[in-house]
C-alpha cells in the first residue's frame, strides 16, 4: 500500500502522524493542506490503493513558475524528518463499499510504520448535533486508550471538549439503550477509532469541528490552529508565523466570471 | 437530481456519510452483491498468440503505449493513425458497469476497448476506449493491462476529452479558444510536452488518472494530453487538436496528415442523430 518515492527506504518510526477523514466540508483535508504548504513539506511516498477514486494533477503546493510541474496522486505522505512529523493527504473519496478495506489498510500500515502517534483531522455535520452539543466550541476531540495513558495530561491542560456519546434512540426514553459514538458526516472517522481502541489498540486521537457544506477555510483554519496548540507545529518558525494557503485553493467555486454577463 | 427537461444528473455531494457496511445481510444479498461485483470485473481477452505468450510467462514487450479516451481521441487515432491498416487488433477489455447499454445483438460496449499491435514495430500498442470505465473499476483496468506488458523504456501517452466546462480559469475562457490541449506529466516524462502544463486547480480524473497514478508509482515515463473542447460530441476540429502529440514518437506512429473526409464524417455522423433531444 505504501510506496515510497525515495531511493533509500523511509523510516517513519516514533513519527507523529497527521491525517484527514474525507469528511463534511473536507475540512480535515484542507487543514492537512495548510501544514502541508506553510511547513514546505516534501514528499516522501504514495497510499497506492484501488480504495480510493484516481486523480492527478500538477504540484498543489507550488510557488513559482518553476516548481509548478510535479505529479501528485490520491493519496501522498509527506515529512519533516527533523521534526519527527509524518503528514497524509488524501485528496478523494473512498471508493463506495471499500471503506472497511481502506481502513484496515491503514491501521495496519499504521501499526507496521511504529507511528508514535495519529491524530486524525475530521469533522462532523453541525446540523445533527443534539441540544448540549449546541453549546460552546464546535471543536471535539477523542483519544484511544493508550494514547490517553501518554498525553491525558496535556489534553486535560488544554481544556478540550471530549466527544459525546449521543443515546442510540433520541426522544425514546429506553433504558437499556447505551449512549453511543455518533459521528455524521465524519466518513471514516468513527470507524478508524473503534479499530484504533479495539483491535489494535494504537494511540490515536481524532480532532473534529462540526461544521457544515459551504466555504470551509475558516473551519480549516480553526481546526488546525487547534491541533497547533496541542502539537506546536508553528513555534520553530518563529511567533508572526501564519499558515500559508496553497495555490490549489485557488477558484474554489469555479472560473471567472464572463464579462460579457454583465 | 432533475434537470427542468427531465434528463437525470448525478449530483455529487462532498458530505459524507458513514457506510453501512457493517449491516448483516441476508445470504440472498451477499450472493447479489457477489454476482454483481463478478460482472464488474475487468476482463482482458487477448488473440490467440498473445495468450499463449502470456500463459509461457512471456508478457508483451512494450516501448510505446498509446491509449485514447473518449470519442474524439479514439476518432482521431483511427483517422490519423490506424487508418494506415499497419496494425493488427491484439486484445479487448470487457468493462460491464450501470452505464453499459443492454446487449441488443452485436454488444457495442464490449468492443469499445480495443488493442492495437503494430505490424513492424511490435512493441508499439495503441489502445482505445470509448466506453464508460466506472471509479472502482480504473484501478483494476490499469493493473491488468500493465500486468501484461514487459516494460522496455516504456513510455506511455493518453490522449483524453475533456469538457471546457470542467476547465477552471480566473481570466474567463470565451469559446473560440477551444479546443485545446494541456499537458499532465509523470516525474519520469524527461522529455518535453508537446503544450502548456496543466495549471492549478485543474485535475484529470478518471482512466487517465488511473494510468499517471500506476505510471507515477511505478517510476513509468507518461504523459496526459487532456483536450477542452466545447463540443460534447466527435467534432474534427477537436480531433485534429490532438495531432502535434504525436509527433514525438518517431517513424512507428505516422500520422495521416490529411486523412479523407470520408473517414472523418464516418465518426462524427454516428453520434449525431442520438444527441437531438428533440427527435
Given amino acids: 500500500m505504501f510506496i515510497s518515492s525515495q531511493n533509500s527506504p523511509v523510516a517513519f518510526k516514533g513519527f507523529t502522524l497527521v491525517m484527514p477523514a474525507v469528511a463534511v466540508g473536507n475540512v480535515g483535508q484542507l487543514a492537512v493542506d495548510l501544514i502541508i504548504s506553510t511547513l514546505n513539506l516534501s514528499r516522501v511516498g504514495y497510499l497506492h490503493t484501488d480504495c480510493l477514486i484516481p486523480m492527478a494533477g500538477n504540484n498543489p503546493y507550488s510557488t513559482c513558475k518553476e516548481d509548478a510541474e510535479g505529479l501528485h496522486c490520491p493519496a501522498e505522505v509527506f515529512t519533516a524528518a527533523e521534526r519527527k512529523l509524518a503528514v497524509l493527504q488524501i485528496r478523494v473519496p473512498i471508493i463506495q463499499k471499500k471503506s472497511k478495506k481502506f481502513r484496515q489498510m491503514l491501521v495496519s500500515w499504521i501499526k507496521s510504520s511504529g507511528f508514535s502517534r495519529t491524530v486524525v483531522l475530521s469533522s462532523s455535520h453541525a446540523y445533527q448535533r443534539d441540544d448540549q452539543q449546541l453549546h460552546g466550541t464546535p471543536l471535539r476531540y477523542l483519544a484511544t486508550p493508550s494514547l490517553l495513558k501518554v498525553s491525558v495530561d496535556t489534553l486535560k491542560e488544554l481544556g478540550w471538549r471530549e466527544m459525546e456519546r449521543v443515546p442510540a434512540f433520541p426522544g425514546v426514553k429506553d433504558a437499556d439503550a447505551e449512549p453511543r459514538l455518533c459521528i455524521p458526516g465524519g466518513g471514516i472517522t468513527k470507524g478508524l477509532y473503534s479499530d484504533s481502541c479495539l483491535a489494535e489498540d494504537l494511540p490515536l486521537a481524532v480532532l473534529l469541528l462540526f461544521c457544515s457544506e459551504g466555504d470551509n477555510i475558516p473551519d480549516a483554519f480553526a481546526l488546525v490552529n487547534h491541533l497547533n496548540d496541542w502539537l506546536h507545529l508553528l513555534d520553530t518558525l518563529g511567533c508572526e508565523c501564519k499558515w500559508k494557503i496553497p495555490t490549489s485553493w485557488s477558484l474554489l467555486f469555479g472560473s471567472g466570471i464572463p464579462p460579457a454577463l454583465f | ?279
Wanted: with cysteine; aromatic share 8%; proline share 4%.
Fill in chain 2, 1 to 279: 437530481m432533475a434537470t427542468f427537461f427531465g434528463e437525470v444528473l448525478s449530483v455529487y455531494s462532498r458530505a459524507v456519510d458513514e457506510d453501512d457496511e457493517d449491516l448483516d445481510e441476508n445470504e440472498e444479498d451477499e450472493q447479489i452483491r457477489r454476482e454483481l461485483d463478478e460482472k464488474r470485473t475487468v476482463q482482458l481477452q487477448w488473440s490467440t498468440d498473445v495468450t499463449e505468450s502470456l500463459r509461457s510467462g512471456n508478457k508483451l514487450l512494450c516501448s510505446d503505449f498509446v491509449l485514447a479516451v473518449g470519442h474524439n481521441a479514439a476518432s482521431f487515432l483511427s483517422a490519423y493513425v490506424l487508418a494506415s491498416a499497419k496494425w493488427d487488433a491484439v486484445g479487448r477489455a470487457l468493462v460491464w458497469n450501470e452505464r453499459s447499454r443492454a446487449a441488443t445483438g452485436q454488444t457495442s460496449e464490449e468492443s469499445a476497448c480495443v488493442f492495437y499491435r503494430h505490424k513492424d514495430t511490435p512493441a508499439v500498442l495503441i489502445c482505445h476506449v470509448t466506453c464508460y470505465v466506472a471509479e472502482d473499476q480504473q484501478f483494476q483496468w490499469t493493473e491488468k493491462v500493465f500486468d501484461c506488458l514487459q516494460p522496455r523504456e516504456l513510455t506511455v501517452t493518453v490522449l483524453s476529452d475533456g469538457s471546457v466546462a470542467d476547465y477552471k480559469t480566473a481570466d474567463y475562457l470565451c469559446s473560440s479558444s477551444a479546443p485545446f490541449l494541456r499537458a499532465l506529466h509523470t516525474s519520469a516524462f524527461s522529455d518535453q510536452p508537446v503544450c502548456q502544463p496543466l495549471e492549478q486547480p485543474n485535475i484529470v480524473t478518471g482512466l487517465p488518472a488511473a494510468v499517471l497514478n500506476h505510471c507515477q508509482v511505478h517510476r513509468i515515463a507518461a504523459v496526459v494530453y487532456q483536450c477542452y473542447s466545447d463540443v460534447i460530441g466527435p467534432d474534427s476540429v477537436t480531433m485534429e487538436t490532438y495531432k502535434p502529440t504525436l509527433t514525438k514518437l518517431g517513424k512507428s506512429i505516422q500520422v495521416n496528415s490529411s486523412p479523407q473526409t470520408d473517414a472523418l464524417r464516418k465518426f462524427v455522423r454516428a453520434t449525431e442523430i442520438q444527441s437531438n433531444l428533440y427527435i
